[in-house]
C-alpha cells in the first residue's frame, strides 16, 4: 500500500505531499488546479515514459517519491533487496528523477536501478486506470489470470495438476530428444568404451601392481650389485677373513672401557652402550648374511616382469596415471556402458511416458476449459449488471475462451509447436492451458463486440474497468488502484453508483480516485483539495487533506460553483448523508 507521495517540480505542483492511508482517497479541484499531475506522477513512479515538458518552469528537474508499507508485500520487499534496495521498517522508497533536458533516473530503497527494473518492481503494487492507459487488465495475459483468480479453487486446482504434468511433459521431451538426437554420438562413445574395458579385463591388472612390479623390476635388473654391496657390508661388519670389523672394533672399545669400570661409574656406563650397540651390530651382520643368500640373478622372472610392465603402461598411457585409475575408470566405464546399451529401451520408455503426459495432459486441459468457459459466463453476467448502473444501461461484456487449432500433418508431433490433442481437436498449449481469454465489449444495443481497448470511449473504458475490478475485487492481487476521471460523461444516479462501486472496492484495497462529480468526492474516506495560487507571475498548486466541514464547501463549490451558499451547503451536508448511509449497507 501507498503510504506517502512527495511531489517536487512537477507541472504546477512547486512542492507538495499526499499522505495516503486505506480505503477511498478522492482528489477534486478546479479544472487546471493540476490534479492531473498526481496521476503523472504516479506514472513516472511506476517506471512510464519520462515527458521532461512535464518539468515545472524554471526547475532543473522534477522529482516523485512514493512510500510503500511493504509489511504484508514480502515478494516485492525480497525484490527491492534483489535490485540492492533498503527495506527500512517494512517502508520501501521509491524515487523518479525526471531532468529538463530529458534524462530521468530511478531509485528502489535507495538504490540507483534501471527505469525498466522501478516498473518491474511497481506494476503489482498500482493499477491505473486513466483516460489513456488502462495497463493491466487490456493485456491477454492479465485477463486470462484474471478469469482463474475470478474461478477461484476448481480452476486453481485444475491448473496446478495441468502446471505440473506440463512440467514433467516438458523435461520428458527435452530428454528424449537428447537421447534420439545423440544417438549416433551414444554408440561411438559405447563402442570406445567396449574396447576400452575389454583391454583392461586382456591385462586384468591388480590394484597396486604397478608399483610392486616397478621395485621388483629393480630389483631383478641389479641382483649383481646389490649382492656384491651385501657382501661388503657383511665383511666390514663381521669378517670371515680376518680383517678388521665393526664387531671386532666395538667389542674391544667394550673391553678396555670394562677393565676400568670399578674406578668411574660413566666409564661404565659407556662399556653398557657398547654391549647395546654389539648386540644390534650382531643381529644387522646376519640380516646382511641373509639378505645376500637370497639375492639370485633371474632373467626368465625379469624378462616376465618387464613385460607385464609393459603391458600395464600402455594401460596407464590410456586410462589413468596410475593402475589404480585405471581399474576407477574402467568402473566408471562399466557403468556408463550399461546405460548406453540401454538406450534403445530407454527411447521407448521416453515415448511410452510422454504418451501418457500427452494424454493426461489433454484430459485436464478439457477440463480446465469447461471450467473456464464456465467462469467467463458468471464474470460478463456480473460486469454487465454493474454496468447497467454505472449510465451504461446497454453495454454487454463478454469474456471469450477460445482455443487455436493446428493442423497435425503440417505441425511436429512434439517439443515446441506441437498440437494438443484434447478430445477431437488438435490445439496449440502452453503452461496455463490451451486457452486464450479475452474480454470483449458490446457498448450499444446491436453492435458487435469488440476488444476493451477497441469496444468504448475513454470514459466508458474507465467505467468498464471499474466494474471489472469491483467483480474481481475479492480476488485482485494489487493493493492500489487509481482512477483518473473515470466518472467522465455521467452525472446524477450514475454519479452515485460510480461513487458506491469505489467504496465497495475500497474495502479490500486502497483506492485513489481523480473526480469532478461531488456525488463521487462524497464516498471518500479521505478528500484531497488541490489548490492554485498564482503571485501574479508564477502559478503554483499544492494539496490540501479537508475536515469535515472544509469538505462540505468544496462539494459545494463542486455542486453549485459557490462554497458560502447555505443552499449548496445544505445540498452537500445531505450528499455526505446519503453517501455514509450507502456505505454502512454497501
Same mark, same amino acid.
Given at each position: 500500500?501507498?503510504?506517502?507521495?512527495r511531489i517536487?517540480?512537477?507541472?504546477?505542483?512547486d512542492?507538495?505531499t499526499?499522505?495516503?492511508?486505506?480505503?477511498?482517497?478522492?482528489?477534486? !479541484?478546479?479544472t !487546471? &488546479?493540476?490534479?492531473?499531475?498526481?496521476?503523472?506522477a504516479l506514472g513516472?513512479l511506476l517506471?512510464?515514459r519520462?515527458?521532461?515538458?512535464a518539468?515545472?518552469s524554471?526547475?532543473?528537474?522534477?522529482?516523485?517519491?512514493?512510500?510503500v508499507?511493504?509489511?504484508?508485500l514480502?515478494?516485492?520487499?525480497?525484490a527491492?533487496?534483489e535490485?540492492?534496495?533498503?527495506?527500512?521498517?517494512d517502508?520501501v522508497?521509491?524515487?523518479?528523477?525526471v531532468?529538463?533536458e530529458?534524462?530521468s533516473?530511478?531509485?528502489v530503497g535507495g538504490a540507483?536501478?534501471?527505469v525498466?527494473?522501478?516498473?518491474?518492481?511497481?506494476?503489482?503494487l498500482?493499477?491505473?486506470? !486513466?483516460?489513456?492507459?488502462?495497463?493491466r487488465l487490456?493485456?491477454?495475459?492479465?485477463?486470462r489470470?484474471? /478469469?482463474?483468480?475470478?474461478?477461484?479453487?476448481?480452476?486453481a486446482?485444475l491448473?496446478e495438476?495441468?502446471?505440473?504434468a506440463h512440467r514433467?511433459?516438458?523435461?520428458v521431451?527435452?530428454?528424449l530428444d537428447?537421447?534420439?538426437?545423440?544417438?549416433r554420438?551414444?554408440?561411438?562413445?559405447?563402442?570406445?568404451?567396449r574396447?576400452?574395458?575389454e583391454e583392461?579385463e586382456?591385462? &586384468?591388472?591388480?590394484?597396486?601392481?604397478d608399483e610392486?612390479?616397478a621395485?621388483e623390476?629393480?630389483r631383478?635388473?641389479f641382483?649383481?650389485?646389490?649382492?656384491?654391496a651385501?657382501?661388503v657390508?657383511?665383511?666390514a661388519l663381521?669378517?670371515?677373513?680376518g680383517?678388521?670389523d665393526?664387531?671386532?672394533?666395538t667389542?674391544?672399545?667394550r673391553?678396555?672401557?670394562?677393565?676400568v669400570?670399578e674406578?668411574?661409574?660413566e666409564?661404565?656406563e659407556?662399556?653398557?652402550?657398547?654391549?647395546?650397540v654389539t648386540?644390534?651390530?650382531?643381529?644387522?651382520? &646376519?640380516d646382511v648374511?641373509?639378505?645376500?643368500t637370497?639375492?639370485?640373478?633371474d632373467?626368465a622372472? /625379469?624378462?616376465a616382469v618387464s613385460?607385464?610392465?609393459?603391458?600395464l603402461t600402455?594401460?596407464t598411457?590410456?586410462y589413468?596415471e596410475?593402475i589404480?585409475?585405471?581399474l576407477a575408470?574402467?568402473e566408471?566405464?562399466?557403468r556408463r556402458l550399461f546405460?548406453?546399451?540401454?538406450?534403445?529401451e530407454?527411447?521407448?520408455e521416453?515415448?511410452a511416458?510422454?504418451d501418457?503426459?500427452?494424454a493426461?495432459?489433454g484430459?485436464?486441459?478439457?477440463?480446465?476449459s469447461a471450467?473456464?468457459?464456465e467462469?467467463?459466463?458468471r464474470?460478463?453476467?456480473?460486469?454487465?449488471a454493474?454496468?447497467g448502473?454505472l449510465a451504461m444501461p446497454?453495454a454487454?461484456?463478454?469474456v471469450e475462451?477460445?482455443?487455436?487449432?493446428?493442423?497435425?500433418?503440417?505441425?511436429?508431433?512434439t517439443g *515446441?509447436?506441437?498440437?494438443?490433442?484434447v478430445?477431437?481437436?488438435?490445439?496449440?498449449?502452453?503452461?496455463?492451458?490451451?486457452?486464450e481469454?479475452?474480454l470483449?465489449?458490446a457498448a450499444?444495443t446491436?453492435?458487435e463486440?469488440?476488444?476493451?481497448h477497441?469496444?468504448?470511449?475513454g470514459?466508458?473504458?474507465s467505467?468498464v474497468?471499474? *466494474?471489472l475490478?469491483?467483480?474481481?475485487?475479492e480476488? +485482485?492481487?494489487?493493493p492500489?488502484f487509481?482512477?483518473?476521471?473515470?466518472?467522465?460523461?455521467?452525472?446524477?444516479?450514475?454519479?452515485v453508483e460510480?461513487?458506491r462501486?469505489? *467504496?465497495?472496492?475500497a474495502?479490500?484495497?486502497?483506492?485513489?480516485v481523480?473526480t469532478?462529480?461531488p456525488?463521487?468526492? &462524497?464516498?471518500?474516506?479521505?478528500?484531497?483539495v488541490?489548490e492554485? +495560487?498564482s503571485?501574479?507571475?508564477v502559478?503554483?498548486s499544492?494539496l490540501?487533506?479537508?475536515?469535515e466541514?472544509?469538505r462540505?464547501?468544496?462539494?459545494?463549490?463542486m455542486?453549485a460553483?459557490?462554497?458560502?451558499?447555505?443552499?449548496a451547503?445544505a445540498?452537500a451536508?445531505?450528499?455526505?448523508?446519503?453517501?455514509a448511509?450507502?456505505?454502512?449497507?454497501?
Open positions: 500500500m501507498l503510504e506517502e507521495i517536487g517540480s512537477l507541472g504546477v505542483i512542492s507538495s499526499l499522505e495516503l492511508g486505506p480505503g477511498l482517497t478522492v482528489i477534486t !479541484g478546479e !487546471g &488546479a493540476g490534479k492531473t499531475m498526481i496521476v503523472t513516472l517506471g512510464g519520462a515527458d521532461s515538458g518539468v515545472r524554471g526547475s532543473r528537474s522534477a522529482r516523485v517519491e512514493g512510500v508499507d511493504a509489511s504484508a514480502a515478494a516485492f520487499a525480497a527491492v533487496e535490485v540492492g534496495g533498503t527495506v527500512e521498517d517502508r522508497v521509491l524515487a523518479r528523477n531532468a529538463a530529458g534524462r533516473r530511478a531509485f540507483s536501478v534501471p525498466s527494473s522501478l516498473a518491474e518492481l511497481a506494476e503489482p498500482v493499477a491505473v486506470h !486513466g483516460q489513456s492507459d488502462q495497463h487490456l493485456r491477454p495475459r492479465a485477463q489470470e484474471a /478469469l482463474d483468480r475470478f474461478a477461484g479453487a476448481p480452476v486446482a491448473l495438476r495441468y502446471r505440473g514433467r511433459l516438458a523435461a521431451e527435452r530428454e537428447e537421447v534420439v538426437t545423440t544417438a554420438d551414444r554408440a561411438r562413445e559405447a563402442d570406445l568404451l574396447f576400452g574395458l583392461v586382456q591385462v &586384468a591388472p591388480e590394484p597396486g601392481e610392486a612390479l621395485a623390476e629393480s631383478l635388473g641382483s649383481d650389485t646389490l649382492r656384491l651385501a657382501e657390508a657383511r665383511e663381521s669378517s670371515e677373513q680383517s678388521p665393526a664387531l671386532g672394533t667389542s674391544a672399545a673391553s678396555a672401557l670394562e677393565g669400570r674406578h668411574d661409574t666409564a661404565g659407556l662399556a653398557d652402550r657398547l654391549a647395546e648386540y644390534l651390530l650382531s643381529d644387522v651382520a &646376519a648374511a641373509s639378505y645376500a637370497r639375492i639370485e640373478t632373467p622372472r /625379469l624378462a613385460e607385464r610392465r609393459a603391458a600402455a594401460l598411457r590410456k589413468g596410475s589404480d585409475e585405471v575408470w574402467a566408471t566405464s562399466a546405460e548406453l546399451d540401454g538406450t534403445d530407454r527411447i521407448e521416453l515415448r511416458e510422454r501418457e503426459l500427452r493426461e495432459l484430459g485436464l486441459a478439457g477440463e480446465l471450467a473456464r468457459s467462469a467467463a459466463g464474470l460478463a453476467e456480473q460486469v454487465t454493474e454496468l448502473l446497454h454487454r461484456v463478454s475462451v477460445r482455443q487455436t487449432e493446428l493442423d497435425p500433418d503440417g505441425a511436429p508431433a *515446441a509447436g506441437a498440437p494438443l490433442l478430445g477431437e481437436r488438435h490445439l496449440r498449449f502452453g503452461s496455463s492451458g490451451v486457452d481469454v479475452e470483449l465489449l450499444n446491436g453492435s463486440p469488440r476488444p476493451l477497441k469496444g468504448a470511449s470514459g466508458e473504458l467505467r474497468m471499474l *466494474a475490478e469491483v467483480a474481481l475485487s480476488t +485482485s492481487p494489487v492500489t487509481v482512477f483518473d476521471e473515470v466518472d467522465a460523461g455521467v452525472g446524477g444516479t450514475a454519479a460510480i461513487g462501486r469505489l *467504496a465497495r472496492l474495502r479490500s484495497a486502497q483506492v485513489l481523480v469532478h462529480l456525488q463521487v468526492a &462524497a464516498f471518500a474516506d479521505r478528500h484531497v488541490v492554485k +495560487s503571485d501574479g507571475t502559478t503554483s499544492g490540501t487533506v479537508l475536515d466541514a472544509a462540505e464547501r468544496e462539494l459545494s463549490r455542486l460553483g459557490m462554497t458560502e451558499s447555505d443552499t451547503l445540498h451536508r445531505e450528499l455526505l448523508e446519503v453517501a448511509s450507502a456505505r454502512a449497507l454497501a
